[in-house]
């Protein structure tokens, strides 16, 4: 346990290390509880470092064996060792050998960092801080090294044995062991470092790189489970492949693995050549897995796949940089999934993820720049501000400057600081090169926290046939930054005319808007448009092109306009969501003065006229996703009171349930499918539809629904179809949702990442009685708090999704999470932080709900030790 938690590492004490290690040569002889780890570093000084600069080695937990140097062992009165470190006051002058053994035990690892087991297969998980769990080192993602991993095992407990980089020999030992040598001619960080023992079955595939390397892959899962990685094995090459013809990426060794794993931490990791992977996104099939999940696993196998040039070959200085590796990763991770799928259904879910966690984040105590500048627990910063804001960005960054540029800045970036561990400052450097732009004003982005409101504000002339658009911006103040500068926010735009034409831009100054991008980089600026015949609708931010929260007043007519209109389908699809919002805000106010939420009926008819037309099954399936409880909660901002704003949703639901009723029957008998299930695109977007419409329907009728969702969830030949059915009979109270749900258990009882799906939905039905459920499903005997799925699963998504009963009025939920984060603290505090990350958003309810709320984290708090993971969240939220 770690208890230096004051301990504030910033930006700009960045020093380089004194030393640096060019080999690591290890051998790694696994046990599941004694296992001895021998590792011969060659350090040498840094010529960029301090002279006489004493050497000190991070550890982490470790027993150390024994200690040379250049081969002889080292005097006791020569150096100092502790779990946490190691140090030699008077190192050599001179390059040298270190060789350290120190002794593991993989199986009371169960912090998941470091060399564990995970069902009985040994695994590391080194990224941010676990090598130092496993030798002494410089654990620091600039210095970089040469890896040599020589692994001995069990021959029965441990038949497959992977390292980093390329197979170099193998063979059997005595007493029934064997050892394998794995060697990564690509010098790297240790975080990068891996390496898996255990009985695995292989799922393997050749590809030929477009300069004719021949590789290896192999999708390594638990036995039995091979038909589930097909799909993970497809993605891998599709990735491969588009890699090289979107940013000219190949591939660099002879082999690439890919392991699943049960006991994870986070969704997978980038280990060189060697990827390990929560399981829950590399297993599927039509029967076990939801089209959502096999979009999942595409997007993660090609986001760890992509790390292998963003973040490998180029990887971090230090750990305030992790955006420029994590956030152009999500961006190309984004623009894969764009190819392979649609490019609008695609922008549009990511939008909806950015503003439900990036904003949410954003606007409260957990806030931060996309590139901190201090930090205590840096694995609290895998967070959405540095994933997703880091890739929104990028994608501003390509509108900036085009996108001929934009891939001569990645060429020049991928060419410059190929083997190098990079800055944020290096990156940009090379965008501007390419572009020959001043980006110095755009930088700001990384350093200033909080997102931005673009107001807007038009007016026509219809003598001088002029449209003035009116934009200001401002941001808000957050943890540490009180005042705050304009950036540079690119805004593509567009004018509508009563009858959906689209009306040229002419400004009056005789400026092009060249492609309908007007960049505002001053806190204020006024647009007019000449020659406008009619009075236009403003179509803003097209394409959400700038992580912005924008603040128009359109009416309902102006939306509608847009809605059925606009050339831009995600401000076709935002304008749904505006008017949807409208009505919803309006709605929590009459709930709150005890009133009964009406609605105008065209949003409803909106809606059906859609569905009437569209072919777009997928896009038309979002539009159907009405603003979610969370959502509406942030339009509020504060004074928060969760059951009105349930409330009004149900009304709004129910309405247009009823109101379309006929029309949502149609398109869900229309769309029923007699073809065997195909995770594409386009059967994945006939599924949400017809599923969408189910489930508005229900909401309308729910006795018919519920029929509907019966004999659908009986029927069902694929789990889409299936965990649709039973997500709407979840949401109808009564006997028949008890039997449906315990019907799915014993279908599915042997599997527990479909279990998982049945933990979460029970956990996320929002009425006062999911408390109790909750409860009694952590006695279930498939659930385990030493499981982080099936912790996230069940707690999770409580605390996450299910906005009402996560914060009732009577605290209770609050404690449920704080007593699970108290428990887990020591086992994994890791997981227990982030699941504390549930309170971010406290200080924007109610009085009542928010004294309760932070006494809960009060609780926390004062636990000790409290881990640093834990101690972190809970004293930022505290803040
Ligand atoms: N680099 C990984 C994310 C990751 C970070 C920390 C971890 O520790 C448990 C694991 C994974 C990625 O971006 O996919
Ligand atoms: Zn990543």
Redesign the pocket.
Known sequence: MRTDTATVIRLEDYRPADWLIDTVDLTVSLHPTATMVRATLALRPNPAGAVDAPLALDGDELTLVSAALDGAPLGLDAYTATSQGFTLPHPPRRAFTLTFETLLNPTANTK??GLYRSSGVYCT?C??EGFRRITYFLDRPDVMSVYTTRIEADAREAPVLLGNGNPVESGPLDGGRHYAVWHDPHPKPAYLFALVGGRLARVGRRFTTRSGREVELGVYVEPGKEDRAGYAMDALVRSMRWDETAFGCEYDLDVFNIVAVSDF??????NKGLNIFNDKYVLASPQTATDADYANIEAIIA??YFHNWTGNRITCRDWFQLCLK?GL?VFRDHEFSSDERSRPVKRIADVRNLRAHQFAEDSGPLAHPVRPNAYREINNF?TATVYEKGSELISMLKILIGSEAFRAGMDLYLRRCDGTAATVEEFLACFAEASGRDLSHFALWYRQAGTPSLMAKGAYDEAARTYTLELAQATPPTPGQETKEPVVIPVRLGLIAADGEELQLRLADGRELADGLFVLDAPAAKLTFVDVPTQPTPSLLRGFSAPVKLRIDLDEDDLLRLFRHDSDPFNRWQAAQSVATRLLLRAVDAVKSQGEPGFSPRFAEALGALLAATDDHAFAAQVMALPSEADIAREIGQDIDPDAILEARRALRASVGRLIGPRLRQVYDGLASGEAYSPDAASAGRRALRNAALDLFAAGDPEAGAELAAAQFEAADNMTDRFAALAVLAQIPGERREQALARFAALYETDPLVLDKWFALQAAIPEPGTLERVRALMSHPAFSLANPNRTRALIGSFAMANLSQFNRADGKGYDLLAEVALKLDDANP?LAARLLGAFRSWRSLEPGRRAKAESALRRVEAKTPLSADVADIVSRCLA
């Open positions: 998941l960092m998980q990224e941010a931490n986070m969704g997978a990791m980038e986001h760890e994590e990763t895998y890791q």
